[in-house]
């Protein structure tokens, strides 16, 4: 059993070292909200979510008073919208986003995730529509994430879907250019998606999930940061040690919340997500710990693997803690919502290619990433597969959350507010792909995917 005192350590870490709950976000199944009038099936979705989350953002406050920890986010995940869509045989999929956006707004949650596909193997027309409603869906919403899932380990990488994706992503920078294209910063791409990830713009309830499900995502860079700071001469080793007992704790605050969340909201207790996800804010970023562990800036030599020994530091002292930490657990590189990346990328030491290679030992992949808002379709296409490829090869989740910010240059930056943050245009390579993204198909999984 765990109890208070368990976490009276940590607890002390709230006031000036940045540690809160990133996220509660309950998971809601909505495969029962399915029929084959769309109308109806909207009906039975928003009824399900405000029955299910009315007392969310409640409880949440309750805890955040009973326990003096702060709960950032209060989001629901829903199932992918694709697969409940598909019974209405519609083309166009943008009501369904505005009934989840009424639904959200109703319920107080700040985020509403699941306008999302998973079309790794094939597309159904059910997921064709909801992908060619993405643009005007996150245009006309507030609160309502999109995520696309295009490759896996077991199935490879759907190139159809990856080009696509490219056209999409363009097409929802343009709808929303007004607001420096911000519904491209509600929107992921996936290779390997997870069904239990409490963190937005990805979150979705896998279909292998129950009926109501609370998953909680932990924060702590500044934690990570303060400890590391009494250890100025410490080996590698003895750094990797205090990672983990410091992982410990802070997944212990979140195995508290979760279980009370979820005993209050007569909900089941899905994950803890212990990552290390940074803000804007100064002392909150994950760069400003690879700098403590002795580098002068991060995106120079020795970045890889100073992020390799954290992230697996991380995970170590988490699984350690609970039992049932999921998600994308390990430590994020969001660019726009790190101070430390920030600045790294707009005096230039951190470029677009040495965030890919950083991608290949963390958690998720290309995040919050602003470029030039003239990238043509089949660069970001490019990226994605890219992207893709070292989630596939690797058994490992990764992501493309990137903005062609129209109107804006390489040089420049776009602000987006609140935890979004605010990004530097970054260059990208405009070496052209475009045939290689227009060849029709599948990559082949790779030879570790035989493992039945």
Do not use: W
């Amino acid at each position: 059993m765990i109890n208070f005192n368990e976490v009276n350590e940590t607890i002390q870490m709230l006031d000036n070292q940045h540690l809160d709950v990133r996220t509660v976000t309950m998971g809601i199944s909505l495969f029962d909200c399915a029929d084959s009038s769309a109308e109806k099936a909207c009906t039975r979705i928003y009824d399900k979510i405000c029955k299910k989350a009315e007392n969310l953002v409640k409880k949440c406050e309750a805890i955040e008073s009973t326990y003096g920890i702060p709960i950032v986010n209060k989001r629901i995940s829903v199932t992918p919208i694709a697969h409940i869509a598909s019974a209405s045989r519609c083309n166009d999929l943008v009501p369904f986003a505005l009934i989840l956006e009424k639904a959200a707004q109703t319920v107080g949650v700040n985020f509403l995730g699941g306008f999302s596909a998973l079309v790794h193997k094939g597309m159904t027309p059910g997921d064709a529509a909801l992908i060619h409603s993405i643009p005007e869906a996150l245009s006309v919403t507030e609160h309502i994430c999109s995520s696309v899932n295009i490759g896996s380990t077991k199935a490879g990488i759907n190139m159809d879907a990856v080009k696509e994706m490219g056209q999409i992503i363009r097409k929802t920078a343009e709808s929303t250019a007004e607001r420096n294209s911000i519904g491209c910063a509600k929107l992921v791409v996936f290779c390997n998606a997870v069904e239990d990830n409490p963190f937005m713009a990805g979150a979705f309830l896998g279909c292998g999930e129950g009926d109501c499900v609370i998953n909680v995502g932990v924060s702590g860079p500044g934690v990570v940061k303060c400890a590391l700071e009494e250890m100025p001469n410490a080996t590698l080793g003895e750094l990797a040690e205090e990672i983990k007992k410091t992982a410990f704790k802070i997944t212990r605050m979140g195995q508290l919340v979760a279980s009370r969340a979820a005993k209050d909201l007569n909900a089941q207790f899905g994950i803890v997500d212990l990552s290390l996800a940074p803000t804007p804010t100064m002392g909150d970023s994950v760069a400003h710990i690879l700098e403590e562990m002795g580098l002068s800036s991060t995106g120079g030599a020795g970045t890889t693997a100073a992020l390799a020994l954290l992230n697996d530091a991380v995970k170590k002292g988490g699984v350690m803690a609970s039992s049932y930490v999921g998600g994308l657990s390990g430590a994020f590189i969001p660019v726009s919502e790190d101070i430390g990346m920030i600045n790294a990328a707009a005096s230039g030491t951190l470029t677009l290619e040495k965030l890919e290679a950083m991608t290949c030992v963390c958690s998720v992949g290309l995040d919050m990433i602003a470029i030039p808002g003239d990238t043509p379709a089949h660069i970001i296409s490019g990226i994605i597969a890219d992207e893709a490829a070292i989630g596939m090869v690797n058994s490992k989740t990764t992501a493309v959350r990137i903005i062609p910010a129209i109107g804006k240059k390489a040089g420049e930056s776009v602000s987006f507010g609140g935890l979004l943050g605010e990004a530097p245009i970054m260059p990208v390579n405009t070496a052209s792909c475009e045939k290689f993204i227009s060849r029709a198909g599948r990559i082949p999984a790779p030879l570790q995917s035989l493992k039945n």
